[in-house]
Structure formats: structure tokens, C-alpha cells
């Protein structure tokens, strides 16, 4: 979401997949073993992140537009015919894999913050909940990346796709990771939330309409990741409205015992 253009996202390919080959070269490795491995394989890892920022900044819901297909056909071709040229320029052997896309949640905040690897922003907005002196407290916060991207773009946070809008349609979410997916050689990192289970879009008749759409996309993946809502014990966040959390930023709350169910759903919390 920081590229200028095509011409600087060649150069950065270009860059990081020579300081990745570097990479190999260089790093320590725990036993000989794996020295041996990497000499022989020389996976690489070249990541990309802040996708759903970058589609945001031009007005695009989460998909993957004629123009997004146009980087990433740059990601793909720049970094492999890079990765080839600098191993043989280095009498090395070529780098059987190159790309691949991880969840980032750390780099995602240090670079921005910004979406992170190919998500959608969670929720404009959320309650978090959190231990605090063995006592459960909560607040609202508003999510810093659609903050950012809100205050740069004027766009109206309710017209936002994020991961529990879209959990309703997740053909949407498997979809992206899909096409996305052909630009990448190794795998993607990807979580599909899902609604709670038993609510009106996943409840055992839904199942084989949802068993359906992730056949139709499985020869394109190489891994997915589905979670619904309020599925484990302890959820630490909960979408709230944008105007809510804004209205409530910087409150702290004490969360009373007799509201809370330490085993919803079935599954406890520990």
C-alpha cells in the first residue's frame, strides 16, 4: 500500500529477492542437516502485505481487481526471473520456491499500521476484552488500520469490508485467497471467520451449500483456515459499531462475573 508504482514495486521485488537469496547464504542454521537442505532447495519467502489497504486507497471492496492482477503478475514474474538470474550470478543453486504470503500481525503494526498479508481488516471496530490484576476488564477500540485508512481516503467506515462483514458470504474470502494464490508458489496464511454456529448463515443446513463452495475453490488452494465466531472460550474480541467505539475511546470497564460464560459454545476458556 506504500508502492508508488509499478515501476518501484519491480524494484522492490527485485531487491528483496536478492537480499532473500543473501539470506541464504548467510544465516546460521541449527545442525548440518539443514545446511545441506537449503543448499540443495534455497526456499524463498518473499511475502507482500497491506493488500486490502492498497484496494481501499482505490476504491476497490476485497477482490482481486484487473489492476491487482497487474502487481501481482509483477510479484510473480519479477521474482522468479530474478531469483534465477542472481543464484546463476552466484554459481548457487536456483531457489526451487520463491514466494509466499504469512499472516505478518507483527510487521503489520511496525509498517503502518496496515492490513496484514492478504486479511481483511477484522472489524472497524471492536470490544477487547483482557485480564487485568486476575480480573476481566474490556474496551473499545476503533482498528488502527481502518483509522488510517479512514482519515486518508474520507470513505465511510460502515461501506467497509472486513472479515466479520464479509464472514456471511465467505465464497468472497475463499475466492480471494484463490486467485491470489496463483501468483504464489508456496503458501498462503489465511483465516475465514465464519458466524457463530446455529445462527441463520451456519447451521447444518448450510453445510453442504458451504461444503460445495470450498470444493469448487480447493484445486486453486494449498490451505485454509475457517473460524466462527464465539467458537473457542474467552474470544477476546466482539465487532462493535464504528460510532460506539469512537464515543468510547479511551474508558476502561470492569466486566461484571454474572455476564460472562467461561464455556460458550461448548468450549471453556483457560
Not at 155 to 171: G, K, N, Q, R, W
Not at 183 to 198: E, F, K, Q, R
Request: aromatic share 8%.
Amino acid at each position: 500500500a506504500r508502492v508508488e508504482d509499478k515501476e518501484q514495486m519491480r524494484e522492490i521485488v527485485e531487491l528483496a529477492t536478492k537480499f532473500l537469496i543473501c539470506g541464504t547464504l548467510e544465516a546460521d542454521v541449527p545442525y548440518e542437516r539443514v545446511a545441506h537442505i537449503r543448499q540443495k532447495n534455497r526456499r524463498l519467502g518473499l511475502g507482500i502485505m497491506a493488500m486490502h489497504e492498497w484496494l481501499l486507497q482505490r476504491g476497490s471492496g476485497y477482490e482481486v481487481t484487473d489492476d491487482l492482477h497487474d502487481w501481482l503478475g509483477i510479484y510473480k514474474t519479477v521474482s522468479r526471473k530474478t531469483a534465477d538470474e542472481f543464484a546463476d550470478s552466484l554459481s548457487i543453486s536456483r531457489p526451487v520456491k520463491v514466494r509466499a504470503i504469512a499472516p505478518t500481525g507483527t510487521i503489520g503494526i511496525l509498517a503502518g499500521p496496515t492490513t496484514t498479508g492478504i486479511e481483511p481488516i477484522y472489524a472497524t471496530a471492536f470490544k477487547r476484552r483482557y485480564l487485568k490484576n486476575k480480573r476481566w476488564h474490556y474496551q473499545y477500540v476503533v482498528d488502527a488500520a481502518a483509522d488510517s485508512i479512514i482519515e486518508q481516503t474520507g470513505c465511510d467506515p460502515e461501506s467497509i469490508d472486513t472479515a466479520l462483514s464479509m464472514s456471511h458470504d465467505p465464497e468472497r474470502r475463499i475466492k480471494f485467497q484463490a486467485d491470489v494464490q496463483d501468483y504464489v508458489d508456496h503458501s498462503i496464511s489465511s483465516t475465514c471467520n465464519l458466524p457463530a454456529w446455529g445462527s441463520e448463515t451456519n447451521n447444518e443446513d448450510r453445510v453442504e451449500e458451504f461444503s460445495g463452495i470450498v470444493a469448487k475453490y480447493a484445486p486453486r488452494l494449498r490451505g485454509m483456515t475457517f473460524y466462527a465466531d464465539g467458537s473457542r472460550g474467552g474470544q477476546p474480541l466482539t465487532a462493535v459499531p464504528y460510532g460506539m467505539a469512537v464515543s468510547e475511546l479511551g474508558n476502561e470497564y470492569e466486566e461484571s462475573l454474572e455476564n460472562i460464560d467461561p464455556c460458550r459454545d461448548g468450549v471453556c476458556g483457560i
